[in-house]
């Protein structure tokens, strides 16, 4: 029994403290919060972008595979969408938080992996690797689609 105390009582703990990742970083719920984002291109670090239209439409292009389209909706807190990229259509419910100019977007109804995209095209520039004298080879690995829809 002291057990089960100790462990519901350092739960209750953790969920209040909240974790790190979460610093600075607001979820939106409601239309009205919403709406600073709405019309803005969000990117991501490798140069793609969405846009949310008022209208609940959506749009944007992915390097990879080219132009995104799809429906958002916003529903009991989540922003619901069906996206198409690349032949591919998925469809997703996640948590929004804004934190300045980047906004998180929680896959799954807030359970799942989280994406930082950001409403002006200054996301940090991804660090590179010194170039070795290696021969590089001559094909290139077609990422999965599976893992390229992120937004």
Known sequence: MRIFSFV???TLAISFIGSPVDAGFKRIK?????KIIIGKRLY??????IRLHSNGNLSGHHKVHGKVTG????NHG?????????????KDCQ?????????????????????????KKTAPKKTT???TTKKKSTTQKQPSIANELKF
């Open 95 to 119: 948590w929004v938080s804004l934190d300045g100019q980047k906004v998180r977007f929680v896959r799954n109804k807030g359970i799942g992996k989280a994406h930082i995209l950001y409403w």
């Open 71 to 74: 429906t958002w909706a916003l």
């Open 30 to 34: 409601k239309y009205e919060s919403f």
């Open 78 to 90: 989540s922003v619901c969408r069906i996206m198409k990229i690349g032949g591919a259509t998925d």
């Open 8 to 10: 519901l009582a350092a």
């Open 129 to 131: 690797k010194k170039k």
């Open 44 to 49: 991501d670090n490798h140069g793609n972008w």
